[in-house]
């Protein structure tokens, strides 16, 4: 059960990575694309908690990076701190705890608000390794051509693709919420 | 608690791994390039994931085709009230002669290229573009033929425009099956230029300004540039380009030209010819004789 549940995830971080650089480009209108593989990160932070969510960012960053012919590792970096960062905010929320199996445990809204949060986060955490790597680009340009659409992009993808992914990824409840509390 | 102690020290053992790895894979790109490690993982991946682009890409296509179409049927509108109803009433048949159409204008201004008399001296493969980065920062694609088709690393790429092509970039790696290709509009690139009609050379580098347009550096104040001229490739190698193009490659137009006491040099920015928006088929070129 465990490694078909490891074997869908992996499909759906292929198919998330895949579809980023080779669909998303031909579907917008702008030079940036919806970042598939963070919203994919941020619905299995909140289905699965923080470790699935990292390790499923690790692998769609590599591929991502490896496609595109990027710097290895830098995409992986921000979806792991991601994966991580939203998972773990999550810890302590109550309302996860007490999420039926198969249900978003924290809501729609709020998990889109996460996805937007986190999707600020790689685009800001994307321009400054880009400019320590000595590969930025103008602050002017960055804001309103890259992070601004990017941003955008990924909202406007994550309002129908995380309550496909809620559905995908239904089977099991988070694994950090299995345990409750003590009464 | 909601977790156990022993799980919230695997999860931090786990996490700390995992940023470990993707800081020494940065590390080791940073500084091996396309070499080493992570040049292997990068054509390892690329391989495998190649034909899953290719086939994504395909399928996606159409709807990229229906969405033009839809957002062409909301212009006619506008415009013609009568073009409107003829295009509503062909329907899906409208979308599919206008995807045929664009293609083939595209097919024949590449077939225009190849016929002229400065790519008579090369070979061409045809090429399919399949990813393309998600952002600006590395400009790049990835196109369906490699090594097995005959593509070499630092063979040029060109794209329809107008009624020929333009210079769009070079092949940066190359595996069996795919390359990535390196867009004049990526900041590693450097393309030694020369002015159509003129004299004048120089370097053509992405502005760093606005990286969709390319400075033309180390022209010299008594050179005559004026605005309008296109910008070919020319034949040159310098320490910063190191792939040799073939000359008289039409790169891009002179928008701007200016020069300033403090500098010895003219400030020339080109627009490049090729639209970088929409590239789906491309041409690589081989010099004709070259393995």
């Given amino acids: 059960m465990i490694l078909l549940d490891a074997f869908r995830i992996a499909v759906l971080v292929v198919l998330a990575a895949v579809f980023q650089v080779s669909a998303a480009p031909q579907l917008t209108p702008t030079d940036s694309t919806p970042d598939l593989v963070l919203i994919l990160v941020v619905a299995l932070a909140v289905q699965r908690g923080p470790e699935t969510a990292a390790v499923a960012g690790f692998g769609g960053g590599l591929l991502i990076d490896s496609i595109t012919g990027g ?23 109550e309302d996860a705890m007490l999420a039926p199996s198969g249900a978003s445990p924290i809501g729609f809204q709020r998990e889109l608000a996460y996805t937007v949060a986190a999707a600020i986060g790689v685009q800001v955490g994307l321009a400054a390794l880009q400019g320590l790597l000595g590969e930025g680009l103008p602050l002017g340009f960055t804001i309103n051509h890259v992070i601004i659409p990017a941003v955008v992009l990924t909202t406007v993808f994550a309002m129908p693709v995380l309550p496909l992914l809620q559905r995908l990824l239904r089977s099991r409840t988070r694994i950090d919420t299995a345990r409750t509390a003590p009464a | ?113 190849v016929n002229s008399r400065g790519a008579a001296a090369y070979d061409y493969i045809g090429a399919s573009v399949i990813a393309q980065a998600p952002n600006d920062y590395n400009r790049t694609i990835t196109i369906n ?24 970039g070079r092949v940066e790696s190359v595996t069996a099956n795919a390359a990535t290709v390196m867009l004049i509009l990526d900041q590693n690139s450097a393309v030694y230029a020369s002015i159509q009609g003129g004299t004048a050379k120089g370097l053509l580098v992405p502005s760093s300004g606005d990286p969709s347009q390319l400075n033309m550096l180390f022209v010299g104040v008594d050179e005559s540039v004026d605005v309008g001229q296109a910008v070919l490739t020319a034949n040159y190698r310098s320490n910063r380009l190191e792939p040799l193009l073939p000359r008289d490659i039409p790169v891009g137009k002179v928008t701007s030209v200016s020069q300033s006491d403090a500098n010895s040099d003219k400030t020339i920015q080109v627009t490049p010819f090729v639209d970088f928006q929409d590239l789906t088929d491309v041409l690589v070129l081989k010099q004709k004789g070259a393995s």
């Avoid at chain 1, 970096?77 to 960062?85: F, I, K, M, P, Q």
């Fill in chain 1, 71 to 93: 710097w290895i590792g830098l995409s992986s970096l921000l979806y792991v701190c991601v994966g991580w960062a939203v998972g773990r905010r999550l810890q302590s929320d």
């Fill in chain 2, 1 to 113: 608690m909601l977790i156990g102690k022993n799980r919230l020290i695997r999860r931090r053992v786990i996490i700390g791994l995992l940023l470990a790895a993707s800081l020494t894979l940065l590390t080791l790109s940073f500084r091996e390039g396309s070499a080493g490690v992570t040049g292997s993982i990068r054509r390892s991946t690329l391989s495998i994931t190649a034909p899953l682009s290719d086939v994504v890409h395909r399928i996606t296509q159409p709807v990229a085709d229906a969405w033009g179409w839809t957002t062409g049927l909301v212009d006619a509108r506008q415009e013609n009230e009568q073009l409107k109803k003829e295009l509503e009433r062909q329907g899906a048949a409208g979308v599919q002669i206008q995807a045929l159409q664009q293609q083939l204008q595209k097919d024949e201004q590449l077939l225009n290229f």
């Fill in chain 2, 145 to 168: 033929v490699g090594s097995a088709d005959g593509i070499a690393v630092n063979d040029p790429v060109v794209a329809p425009y107008g009624d020929g092509a333009g210079l769009m």
